[in-house]
């Protein structure tokens, strides 16, 4: 139903910052929730951030807590992911994921991004 749309990613040293985009579009209507998650090469994909669409409340995963913020922008359908202090642990392919429930759990998401690359080195 949501088609989304990630940009923001690259190479950044360690320390340093990104901010992560993602626009959606489509049949956003049923949307209450917007996550990022990210997976790295051999592992599951995780549980980064997310916003609720209306009234904006967000959850963090432990790991990026007080370093990662996301936040939106309703007017123009886009969630973003300010990543700042970032550690080589960060590097993942990042994705963007639309949802109908405020949950974290992937399966919960029912439209996904492409993905951008986030690479930190050390």
């Known amino acids: 139903q949501v088609q989304l749309v990630e940009s923001g990613g690259g190479l950044v040293q360690a320390g340093g910052s990104l901010r992560l985009s993602c626009v959606a579009s489509?049949?956003?209507?049923?949307?209450?929730?917007m996550g990022w998650f990210r997976q790295a090469p051999g592992k599951e994909r995780e549980f980064v951030a997310r916003?609720?669409?209306?009234?904006?409340?967000?959850s963090y995963a432990d790991s990026v807590k007080g370093r990662f913020t996301v936040s939106r922008d309703n007017a123009k359908n886009t969630v973003f992911l300010q990543m700042n202090n970032l550690k080589p642990e960060d590097t993942a392919v990042y994705y963007c994921?639309?949802?109908?429930?405020?949950?974290?759990?992937?399966?919960?998401?029912?439209?996904w991004g492409q993905g951008t690359q986030v690479t930190v080195s050390s």
């Open positions: 489509g049949r956003t209507f049923s949307t209450a929730v």
């Open positions: 916003i609720a669409w209306s009234g904006g409340i967000t």
């Open positions: 994921a639309a949802g109908p429930v405020l949950t974290s759990t992937p399966a919960s998401f029912r439209s």
